[in-house]
């Protein structure tokens, strides 16, 4: 969180009687007074990065609008939680990080897409989840937009299914389109759907390859191209590519670990993503839109994973949790594009490095 008079305003105690629309449901009411789950938010991280001017100026307007008697018992408890000994953030992502933001999330049905979009949706965006399977039954896999939208809802978010099919370049344009009637200009974009075949070169049919190219390449490119125009009026956005350990080399020879092959095509689109990630990232570096890759550090027992039997039975425990990619890809599309863009990063690592404990969904 930056101090400014933009990120006060946004985070700040409303006058007596009068509500600020921040969060909506995240208000907290006091008698007449509104006041947002934020500016205590707001003054907690001032606490723990030891910014007295920040907590005088909260103290100051408090007492300026008749707030005091109704906000001290909430300081007080702020206080008792703040710790000194910890010498920094509380551990996790914060509340509202993504506050009157806009997100698309494709594949978002099941697995890392619909963790990513909960976790957005809980951090205040209005996220709109995509993918082929609206309703349960509908697909081999476990998981629907229906369920996702359910599970967000269930925790008072904003969000809205647009069923997609990501190899139609229609369809591409017909989602933006509607995302954008539905909540305004685009701010996050993650591009997570993935077609996914493994079978050797040798064997593996030109219908299948384009598929796999057009849903997983082709559509990240298109829907980035769709969302930029708008990022860059505003000079501001996020951009996230999901990729896999799978994009590395083989290491070889002698190639052990590869005998058989399956892997490449699937590779070969993960590695264009990263690719793309950069490039991107460094033509629009001086416009505020940040560009990221994000990968598990391991593997993670999505539906699809467990069905192309990635994971040995009975050890699944010991697969990665979705919610460190979730948090992972939280953390990407909040922070500074400045200096957090240009990225291919693996979630465990990334997580360590920012400090942040993965958080139950």
Known sequence: MRFSPMSWEIACLACPGKPVPVCGSRRVKRGKTFLCRSAFHYLHVALCRRRADVVQTFLLRAT?????GKVGKNLSRLFEEYDESKGGL???????????TVAIVTGASRGIGNAIARRFAAEGASVVVTARTM?????KFTGSLEETV????????????????????????????????LYGQVDILVNNAAVTFFRPVADFSMNRFHLMMEVQVASAFDLSQRVLPGM????RGWILQVSSLAARHPQGPPYLFQIGGGGTVYGMCKAALERFTTGLASEVYDKGI?????SPSGVVATPGVMHHKLIPAGMEEHAEPVEAMADAALSL?????????????????????????????
């Open 64 to 68: 300026v609008n008749f707030c005091w």
């Open 135 to 139: 309703r349960a039954g509908e697909s």
């Open 290 to 294: 940040a560009v990221n890759c994000l």
């Open 232 to 235: 860059l009026v505003r000079e």
């Open 90 to 100: 509380p551990k996790g992502n914060t509340v509202d990080t993504l506050c009157d």
């Open 333 to 361: 599309c909040s922070g500074d594009p400045k200096k957090m863009t240009g990225k291919v990063v693996y979630s465990l690592s990334h997580l360590a490095e920012m400090g942040i404990e993965p958080q139950p969904l």
């Open 150 to 181: 359910a599970q967000i809802e269930a925790v008072g978010g904003t969000t809205a299914p647009i069923v997609a099919d990501l190899s139609v370049e229609e369809d591409r344009e017909r989602l933006v389109a509607e995302a954008e009637r």
